[in-house]
């Protein structure tokens, strides 16, 4: 299995 | 001028037990609203944000907003210096380069004072959508402790699955597998020992228990831990702060990227 990052959901304000 | 002064200082000292081995440095950003903080670890696959309300401190003062960047570890340190009993004042003048921390012990006359370093921090904001999730659990706190501790025995991962009115944890590895299974508990007893599950569509979602583990480290501050998921989000994975009182002070929230098949 691979992680994925935080930042593939959630964006920069 | 900020200033805010907490009796149980405990509660600071826990807060920050719960921080900082997930993330090295970070800024608070202090309004009359109250003081919160989010930051990624370096991975940036956890994120973690605090709140604690103005409301929640003994005294609380900020005159205009102040983001206090500082090494987490550093904070760390000096709030070891404190005694669980201490009462702890922060204070950080308009443009300061540091924070001083002011610790006194309970009907004793003796007061420290520590200062520690300010940083510029280029901090990176994450809006987090205010979604609802479609399995919502409520347990106790040192319960999740210990079956991601268990659990990390196994594997690196646990898979997390939910249906009808139970939850699974569960992981393999070379030595074998191992799972944990809670269901939903019907005593109010004791509402701290209790395990309810709202579920709105059975989910199956897997995550690395290195930072589940992390996350654990702040069950000294709430006795009941809430997990939130939803398929292909992040977990969430919150503690509530509460004073001696039972008074709501705000939360610590972490948030964990899911594992995928590839």
Known sequence: ?13 | MFEAKLIQGAILKKILDAIKDLVNEASWDCSSQGMSLQAMDTSHVSLVAVQMKADGFDKYRCDRSVTLGMNLSSLSKILKCAGNDDTITLKAPDDGDKITLVFEAKNESETSEYEVKLMNLDSEYLGIPDTPYSVNVKMPSHKFQRICRDLQQIGDAVTISCAKDSIRFAAKGDLGSGTVNLCQTASADKPEDSVSISMQEPIIQSFALKYLNHFAKATPLSPQVSLSLSPDVPLVVEYSITDDDGSDFGYIRYYLAPKIDE
């Open chain 1, 1 to 13: 299995m691979s992680q994925r990052t935080l930042t593939s959901f959630f964006k920069p304000t």
